[in-house]
């Protein structure tokens, strides 16, 4: 899999093609996904879990709506290090609409994992602490799915809480955020992100998110 990923990711490269799509969570309530599909959006991810209290309450919906629209899709989870395990946190994102499968429409579950909106900036982990965290989180995904999870992160927050780590640019997918006209440095060692959340406001819902390669490497790597 891992060969694949990466060069899926070579050939965009030379290419220089892209592919838009969008993620949502429950705060966009009206998601015209027809619209987004018609404009020429080919994927979305939608939020699941957060924690292991919090499921999203538009998850269901939304799921059903970007199938219908012929969307690929797949979930993400918020992640919180700080109140529990890894492991405990990926158990319950795949108990809560997070899992895979090789149908060729969902996408691998996305670990976002970013500054805490209330409270310490890596969560009370050092570095190395929060790498084993996201250790914990990606092989537990991995044995019960078969495949790694994308993180989704921002290169200040990457260099900050892991200290810069290059333990998962191998196997992880990359969702860069960065609000700008360029993707800007790749940290943690990834030749390449797959994903850019270039911006966050989409005309159809949600955020923008730029896929690093054409339609058709987009649905091989749905299909793993």
């Known amino acids: 899999m891992k060969t694949t990923i990466l060069s899926l990711l070579v050939a965009a490269g030379v290419t220089q093609a892209?592919?838009?799509?969008?993620d949502i969570s429950n705060y966009q309530g009206d998601v015209n996904f027809a619209g987004a599909y018609s404009s020429g959006a080919r994927f979305v991810m939608i939020k699941?879990?957060?924690?292991t209290t919090y499921i999203d309450k538009g998850f269901s919906s939304h799921y059903t709506g970007a199938t219908n629209a012929g969307l690929i899709r797949g979930g993400y989870h918020f992640a919180h290090p700080d109140s529990s395990s890894g492991a405990t946190q990926a158990n319950f994102f795949l108990a809560h609409g997070g899992g895979w499968s090789n149908d060729g429409i969902t996408l691998p579950g996305m670990l976002d994992i970013e500054y805490n909106p209330s409270g310490a900036t890596c969560y009370g982990l050092s570095a190395s602490s929060m790498v084993a965290w996201i250790k914990d989180f990606g092989e537990t995904y991995r044995s019960k799915t078969g495949r790694y999870p994308m993180i989704y992160t921002t290169a200040d927050w990457w260099n900050t809480c892991t200290g810069g780590s290059t333990a998962f640019s191998q196997d992880y997918p990359l969702v860069l955020a960065r609000y700008s006209s360029s993707v800007g440095t790749i940290p943690g060692g990834w030749p390449y992100?797959?994903?850019w959340q270039n911006s966050d406001s989409y005309t159809y819902g949600g955020d923008?998110?730029?896929w690093n390669g054409s339609e058709d490497n987009l649905k091989a790597f749905a299909k793993g």
Not at 18 to 22: A, D, E, I, L, P
């Open 208 to 210: 923008s998110d730029i």
């Open 48 to 51: 699941a879990t957060e924690g």
């Open 193 to 195: 992100q797959s994903f």
């Open 18 to 22: 892209s592919v838009q799509g969008f």
